[in-house]
């Protein structure tokens, strides 16, 4: 059965870093697009980037390029978002999940996501 598992997330102030990761099982990783998705406190689901199965395409959300840096370990099968500079309006619970490249909030499998609250 295909699983993604994120870890990672927690309470950090304003301008802090965190990684997080996904755990990815079940299927040939190396294979397949990947990206991060969040959703904030009374919004909808964002796409917040995404990486193609090499690892050698990326593309961001306008919000968070120049803070927020995707990458993966197809040796390890994981994913990671490095994730600088935060500010308040980070905070969600954010997801990683499988789908394709081209289309940001196209997936058909999800984590079951991992708190990120950038608060003082």
């Known amino acids: 059965e295909a699983q993604l598992v994120e870890s990672g997330g927690e309470l950090v102030q304003p301008g802090g870093s965190l990684r997080l990761s996904c755990a990815a099982s079940?299927?040939?990783?190396?294979?397949?697009?990947m990206k991060w998705l969040r959703q904030a406190p009374g919004k909808g689901l964002e796409w917040v980037s995404g990486?193609?199965?090499?690892?050698?395409?990326?593309r961001y959300v306008d919000s968070v390029k120049g803070r927020f840096t995707i990458s993966r370990d197809n040796a390890k099968n994981t994913l990671f978002l490095q994730m600088n500079a935060l500010k308040t309006e980070d905070t969600a619970v954010y997801y990683c999940?499988?789908?394709?490249?081209?289309?940001?909030?196209?997936?058909?499998?999800r984590g079951q996501g991992t708190q990120v609250t950038v608060s003082s």
């Open positions: 999940a499988r789908g394709s490249f081209l289309s940001p909030l196209s997936f058909n499998i």
């Open positions: 990486i193609d199965a090499r690892g050698v395409e990326t």
């Open positions: 079940g299927f040939t990783f190396s294979t397949y697009s």
